[in-house]
Structure formats: structure tokens, C-alpha cells
């Protein structure tokens, strides 16, 4: 039903690494998010964009920065990875007056 | 603050049993509330949106209701299958927010 991408699926990478998980949509929605996963706990909001050139962070700290250069694209970077980065990280886009969030399939990430 | 409670944490049930997912909220300024399936290691798809003003939403096998001023939500499946296994999230859009909040999610097992 959606059209949204998260690349890659799983992320093995030392300590002290940049990273960066891409998130793309091709539905032309403006409202674009991320959230962060531990296992069989809640989703938390780390960083949000309502439109180009719109980035915010969420509720959860986090050292992660994201840009919205272009409409389908929200790239979040990781300048150091760390091991208490390990986690699912989750992208969404949202539509219209509804709000409906579309989730892509989800990064798990693994920080040795 | 706004937080949001699902009960039971989890849940086993044998095939072709009808059951009830319940969601809470504490601020019934909500916007809409949504209900999501997630399937484990992977991203959430989107069940139904109930918005502020409605009562009930019906898919399928699914019926969500929203009761805003009790601060409750339900989801309905009939005649479950094990295809059904997975866990479930409910999340509240609130009126003034930008972000929606999750609850916790039910696990559930629908056994053959």
C-alpha cells in the first residue's frame, strides 16, 4: 500500500563510525519521521520534518541529525556511532488532514 | 502529559476466538487515534484511523471504537487465525500536537 524505503534492512558497524540510514517516499508527502525501537518497547519520536528545509527533534534525545533536502528523502546520520545507538530505527510519512502514518520496514542497527 | 496504556501486555488465544485489544489515554484532546499491527523485526502497517469525531471504524475483521470522553479505545477481531499473531500499537494524535503517541502494544498469539 505505501511507498516508503528505508535502507539498509540490518547495520553491523564498530564504534566510532559515521553512518547513515536513508529513508525515501515516493508519495509526495510532506510529513516525514523517525522513530527509535528498543525490542517489545514503545516508539519514540527522535526527529521530525513538516516539509523541505524543516527538521526538529522529537521527544527522545538523541545524537542522531537528519536533513530534508528533497520532499521524498530524510536521511539520519550517526557522526559516531556508539553501542547504546543499537536499536530498530523506524521512518514515516504522514498525509493530508488525516495524519495515516505510512512506516517503512525499519533499520536495526547493531553497535559492537 | 499525554500517555497511552494497552492491556493486556499479552495474549494467547486459540484460533477462531473473538477478542478485544484495549488502548487508554489520559487526555481526551485527541485529534485521532490510530491502530497498528507490527510483525516482529519489522515496520507497522496501519490498521485503522478513528478521528476525533467518530465512534467506530471497521475493516475486514477488524472494528476499532473510540470512546474520547472515557479516554478509551478498543480493537475487535473476529474469528481470529494465526496469520493474526503479532503485535499491536495504539497511537493518539493530539489536538495540539505534532507527533503521535504510542502505547506500549499487545502481543498477541493465536494458536493453530
Known amino acids: 500500500e505505501a511507498d516508503i524505503y528505508q535502507t539498509p534492512r540490518y547495520l553491523v558497524i564498530g564504534t566510532g563510525k559515521k553512518i547513515t540510514l536513508e529513508c525515501s517516499q515516493t508519495m509526495g508527502h510532506d510529513k516525514m519521521y523517525w522513530y527509535q525501537q528498543d525490542p517489545g518497547m514503545e516508539l519514540h519520536l527522535i526527529h521530525y520534518?513538516?516539509?523541505?528545509?524543516?527538521?526538529e527533534k522529537g521527544d527522545l534525545s538523541s545524537e542522531s541529525t537528519v536533513s530534508r533536502i528533497r520532499t521524498e528523502h530524510f536521511p539520519l546520520t550517526l557522526e559516531s556511532a556508539r553501542p547504546s545507538h543499537t536499536s530498530q530505527y523506524l521512518c514515516a510519512s504522514s498525509v493530508g488532514h488525516t495524519e495515516k502514518l505510512f512506516f517503512g520496514s525499519g533499520t536495526q542497527l547493531s553497535v559492537l | 502529559k499525554q500517555e497511552v496504556t494497552q492491556i493486556p501486555a499479552a495474549l494467547s488465544v486459540p484460533e477462531g476466538e473473538n477478542l478485544v485489544l484495549n488502548c487508554s489515554f489520559t487526555?481526551?484532546?485527541?485529534?485521532?487515534l490510530q491502530w497498528f499491527r507490527q510483525d516482529p523485526g519489522k515496520g507497522l502497517t496501519s490498521l485503522l484511523l478513528i478521528q476525533s469525531s467518530q465512534r467506530e471504524q471497521t475493516s475486514g475483521r477488524l472494528n476499532a471504537s473510540l470512546d474520547k470522553s472515557s479516554g478509551r479505545s478498543t480493537l475487535y477481531i473476529a474469528a481470529s487465525q494465526p496469520g493474526d499473531s503479532a503485535t499491536y500499537l495504539c497511537a493518539v494524535l493530539g489536538d495540539s500536537s505534532y507527533k503521535l503517541i504510542f502505547g506500549s502494544g499487545t502481543r498477541l498469539l493465536v494458536r493453530p
Open positions: 520534518s513538516y516539509g523541505v528545509n524543516s527538521t
Open positions: 487526555d481526551s484532546a485527541i485529534y485521532n
